[in-house]
């Protein structure tokens, strides 16, 4: 069985480029794809540090990528071998009672949800066995690029996802904390329902002028030198934001979130904690706040390849780096630590 490279999550803090088996077809739902181009994201950093419980050790990581499919199942119908794919974050069954209303992260299928990278191994490797592959495989249009349609699966499917359940109104303004990879796609999501204003905060100023550089947010505020409460309240006439979106992850912002909200407002929980955070109803009360929370159901990805085709939707200016593979621990480590104002690298297989 000839061997491949893939990047392996051993436990313990620790992953590793190393060789595996290449995988093959093992139902006659899957696909085998040929990953042509993929990249790091923060939940391959939490998987790393021990913060997602179900992710198993020497499993391969990575969940964002593209590929082309080199064949398929009996009873897969809508792709074919040669196709070009965006992978969906998430495998489903597409028949369970949540599938069929779209929650595609609560599949019930024992490998229903975010499994690639997690419970299954996943696409930062050469090649990447795909279940439900009618499912989770979406063909990218010929006049879109591997790196335009690189974060259709996951960042674009949660800032789909995220700026769908905020209840946007074309008149409304959307605040957005946390400028990194997922809030920049929340942020350029939010934009398709054409708000009066999105307001993004981050305490790193370098991505809040990649930010102003290509027009994702209206206004930019860093907490660490603006009074972001007081501010916001100023712009709406003493209301607070319309929609707060937090994107972010710490205990500061997750406060944020629900101190700049409105009355009556929604604050969508995005992010990804490490640790339990707490809900101060006492302080909170007569806000009347609806908050929303949980994991991305990425079930528009047809719909999405689609807006990038028509130009609607574009994601490319937060490929900061580009490598190869065979360099991708090098990237980890740059990624992980902020360095060198890396926002997404792209990684040639």
Request: glycine content about 8%; some cysteine; aromatic content about 6%.
């Amino acid at each position: 069985m000839k061997n491949m490279k893939a990047v392996v999550y051993k436990g313990d803090g620790i992953i590793r480029l190393e060789d595996r088996p290449i995988p093959d077809i093992q139902k006659d739902t899957d696909a085998l794809v040929k990953v042509t181009l993929t990249t790091i994201c923060s939940s391959d950093i939490h998987i790393k540090h021990g913060a997602v419980p179900r992710a198993r050790k020497n499993i391969i990581l990575g969940h964002e990528f593209v590929g082309e499919v080199v064949r398929v199942g009996h009873d897969v119908k809508k792709i074919r071998p040669a196709d070009r794919v965006a992978v969906n974050v998430e495998t489903f069954c597409g028949k369970c009672y949540f599938c069929k209303r779209g929650y595609v992260n609560n599949c019930t299928d024992k490998y229903g949800g975010w499994a690639l990278g997690c419970r299954i191994d996943g696409g930062q490797a050469e090649y990447v066995r795909i279940p439900f592959a009618d499912n989770c495989l979406t063909k990218i249009p010929d006049s879109v690029s591997d790196e335009a349609a690189l974060f259709t699966g996951d960042l674009l499917s949660t800032g789909y996802w995220a700026a769908k359940m905020a209840d946007i109104r074309l008149s409304d303004t959307v605040a957005v904390i946390g400028a990194g990879p997922a809030g920049i796609a929340v942020m350029k999501c939010v934009g398709l329902y054409n708000p009066s204003r999105i307001i993004g905060i981050d305490i790193d100023d370098s991505r809040l002028e990649l930010l102003r550089k290509n027009r994702i947010a209206d206004v930019v505020l860093n907490p660490l030198r603006d009074d972001v409460e007081k501010v916001v309240r100023d712009m709406t006439e003493g209301r607070g934001a319309d929609s707060v979106l937090e994107v972010a992850g710490s205990k500061e912002s997750f406060e944020t979130a629900w101190r700049i909200a409105r009355p009556n407002a929604v604050v969508g929980v995005v992010a990804m904690y490490e640790e339990d955070q707490v809900l101060p109803l006492p302080s909170m009360y007569g806000k009347n706040l609806t908050f929303k929370t949980g994991g991305v159901d990425a079930s528009n990805c047809e719909e999405i390849l689609r807006l990038i085709e028509n130009g609607k939707l574009d994601t490319e200016c937060m490929i900061t780096h580009r490598t190869t593979l065979d360099h991708i621990m090098e990237a980890y480590q740059i990624f992980e630590n902020k360095e060198d104002g890396m926002i997404k690298c792209a990684v040639r297989v």
